[in-house]
């Protein structure tokens, strides 16, 4: 499946809450300024056109409080037991938290990659 970002996604992993989606924590896959991919341990059903309360703990500032964010599904990919759901970002208490991540992140990659400057 090709596709079409607007945003660098930064491959990190986390614990997501999401209580109206599931009952069990989801794992952050990749997060961007504009939206993420997380993956639920079991089969879930959502409604595409519902907005979503996610509060994310990120491995890499697991001290901090999560990242809240209001998110709404644009994709939703159910493997071998397991959910995948690619979410776009549309409001967030922590915005300038967020921000501070990605660029926290895209510094992380231009030091593993110093080919790409």
Not at 20 to 32: K, Q
Not at 76 to 86: C, D, P
Request: hydrophobic share 35%; proline share 7%; glycine share 6%.
């Amino acid at each position: 499946m090709e596709e079409n970002r607007q945003n660098i996604r930064y491959s990190e992993i986390g614990r997501v809450d999401a209580p109206e989606i599931c009952a069990l924590n989801g794992v952050l896959d990749d997060i961007s300024a504009t939206g993420c991919k997380i993956h639920f341990p079991c089969p879930v059903v959502l409604d595409i056109e519902n907005e979503y309360k996610l509060k994310i703990t990120l491995s890499r500032a697991s001290d901090e409080p999560p990242l809240q964010l209001l998110c709404k599904p644009m994709w939703v990919n159910e493997i071998g037991g397991s959910t995948q759901i690619g979410f776009q970002n549309l409001y967030s208490p922590d915005e300038n938290r967020l921000h501070e991540f990605i660029s926290y992140l895209h510094q992380l990659s231009q030091d593993d990659n110093p080919e790409l400057l």
